[in-house]
């Protein structure tokens, strides 16, 4: 996690100094056609310059998903929300870097974006936004599969229903099957009779060789 976001946030403010430094405000530079382009404005708000009144408001919560994600970090054995938190992570340190350090002062700082498709969306964004929405999808596909933090995986209601219709119905053949075996016991020289000796005990439930409880 710590190393997918390290990288997040390594790839998010090496673009954003280098449009800092080499692409004037406002000027919109073709890479594919329409399809990409590079248009670097500062945007007050959040993602995709969205409620750009509401700066500090953004910084708090940026911060407070950043602490959520370490202390939740110590829950994680998968490698894949690993990697997705390490990715969410990256993103919201990027812009909350941005948000605490750059113009027009601390906690109010002016996000840098840059990338624009417009055949896509009208809204202008950059590195860090793009991974927090892969970082979603992939959250979602995670939760719809049923992988937990720890790795192990949910399983679904109607098929914990199935196995345990499955596991009544085996029970029910087992006691079923046993009910003679009930009447097993010992003979008088003290050894097993044969119902015992067939693995069944004198309370009629059946035992493997190493005395576990088979049914």
């Known amino acids: 996690m710590a190393f997918a976001a390290v990288v997040v946030v390594a790839l ?6 280098l449009v800092v430094a080499n692409l004037p405000e406002g000027v919109v530079v073709p890479v594919v056609g329409n399809a990409l382009q590079f ?9 995709f310059s969205f409620a750009v009144n509401m700066t500090w408001v953004f910084s708090i919560i940026s911060a407070a ?43 109010r700082g002016h996000v840098v974006d840059f990338i624009s498709t417009p055949w896509m ?22 939760v719809i599969l049923g992988v937990n933090l ?43 009779d044969d119902a015992t000796r067939d693995g069944h005990t004198p309370d009629g439930r059946r035992h493997d060789a190493l005395g576990h409880d088979a049914t």
Do not use: H
């Open 12 to 17: 998010d403010q090496g673009t954003k100094a």
């Open 39 to 47: 248009l670097s404005v500062r945007n007050p708000g959040a993602a």
């Open 65 to 107: 998903v950043v602490v959520a994600i370490v202390v939740y970090a110590r829950r994680i054995r998968s490698m894949w929300w690993a990697l997705v938190l390490g990715m969410l992570l990256g993103g919201a340190l990027g812009n909350l870097t941005d948000r605490l350090f750059r113009e027009p002062g601390f906690g």
């Open 121 to 142: 969306m009208p809204a202008i964004y950059n590195v860090a936004d793009t991974f927090i929405c892969v970082s979603m999808v992939v959250f979602v596909l995670l």
């Open 150 to 192: 720890d790795g192990t995986r949910s399983v679904s209601e109607s098929r914990a229903a199935r196995d345990a219709a499955a596991a009544d119905a085996t029970d029910g053949t087992t006691a079923a099957d046993g009910t003679d075996a009930g009447r097993a016991s010992r003979t008088a020289d003290g050894t097993l």
